[in-house]
């Protein structure tokens, strides 16, 4: 039998020459499915081990052997054909898959739009043009809608393989990565590296603090970063539906006026270091304390993290009958503090 030539040559050509795989691949391929053909056609075959296939790349011949002897049945080779077509078809679906997964592995660390195309309630998959993206369930934003047809920018963090061996592009919404890239997209002096981005810190979804600074005395980072009327940051701000409050902090190699800056918008009374075991004990005025300690403590956990101090905060309270007397925040403050 044989396979239409033409036809059979032109894909092989098509599959070799444009899609860079060998033709011995394809053909080696082609054999083994004309062998699980043949078994399938033919179940009373199937323990049959010695049967083999020979595909002639030059004419598209192919033969059946069971051992030295032709067993090719008549009026095979429309399954021969069919078979050599679906083999070429999935090379050539391979071949896409693999240039198409190289191109997007010189793009991680970037950022890219995508839109949602389903969501099983925990990974949502993202069409992010000529394939998809997984956005598993650690690298989402608590209570972000994840509906059909929704449009987000993500933060291409990595290709990694499943279980069963297909690679899978990794995309991420709380990565703080992402919030870095919309600023070096956003404020041209950190493109340019006049304003340098020294550390990000998030709550995704809540809060991020993020600590610039400049290159060039005459170069205000922080005036940078916000823009004019506050255009820059609120643009980063809506990517996120206006839900997570970005702070820009200056950046200052003096821990204590760093830590000031950290703890915005509190005004901050006093502060002692401990530089050895990197421990700050921050008083604060009685009303100044909830600005310090924030929603759920995430103020002041997250100026611990960008400054690398572990934060105390103590409160100062007003009484009409006595001086202020500093107070230290309960133990569960105190506990969040410290994370």
């Not at 070429?88 to 010189?106: G, M, N, V």
């Not at 993206?133 to 990595?158: C, F, G, H, M, T």
């Not at 297909?166 to 992402?178: A, C, E, G, K, M």
């Not at 300690?293 to 400054?307: D, E, P, W, Y």
Request: glycine residues 6%.
């Amino acid at each position: 039998m044989t396979v239409i030539k033409s036809e059979f040559v032109l894909a092989l050509n098509q599959v070799a020459g444009e899609r860079g795989i060998s033709p011995q691949e394809v053909i080696s391929s082609i054999e083994t499915a004309l062998v699980a053909a043949y078994k399938k056609e033919y179940p009373e075959h199937n323990e049959e081990e010695d049967i083999a296939a020979i595909l002639n790349k030059e004419t598209g011949e192919a033969k059946l052997l069971k051992g030295d002897t032709n067993i090719t049945p008549p009026g095979f080779g429309r399954i021969a054909a069919q078979t050599a077509k679906q083999v070429i078809l999935q090379k050539i679906r391979e071949a896409e898959k693999r240039t198409i997964i190289s191109h997007f592995k010189t793009q991680i660390g970037s950022t890219l739009r995508g839109r949602i195309i389903r969501f099983d309630g925990y990974n949502a998959f993202l069409d992010i043009g000529k394939t998809e993206a997984v956005l598993p369930k650690e690298e989402q934003i608590r209570n972000e809608d994840y509906s059909v047809n929704n449009s987000y920018i993500v933060y291409l963090k990595e290709i990694n393989e499943d279980q069963f061996g297909h690679q899978r592009i990794i995309v991420s919404r709380s990565d703080f990565r992402l919030i870095e890239e919309l600023f070096k997209r956003e404020v041209p002096e950190i493109g340019n590296n006049t304003v340098e981005i020294k550390k990000t810190v998030r709550e995704p979804g809540e809060r991020a603090k993020i600590a610039v600074s400049s290159t060039h005395g005459s170069v205000d980072p922080v005036g940078a970063c916000v823009g004019q009327k506050g255009a820059r940051v609120q643009t980063i701000t809506d990517e996120f539906g206006g839900k997570e409050k970005i702070d820009i902090i200056q950046w200052n190699k003096d821990d204590k006026l760093f830590i000031i800056a950290a703890l915005s918008p509190a005004k901050i009374a006093q502060i002692e270091l401990d530089i050895k075991n990197k421990r700050a004990k921050v008083t604060v005025d009685e009303s100044q304390a909830p600005l310090a300690i924030g929603k759920g403590g995430a103020n002041v956990n997250l100026a611990s993290r960008l400054t690398g101090y572990t934060l105390d905060i103590v409160q100062v309270i007003n009484t009409p009958t006595s001086d202020k007397k500093p107070v230290e925040n309960d133990s569960k403050d105190k506990d969040k503090a410290a994370n």
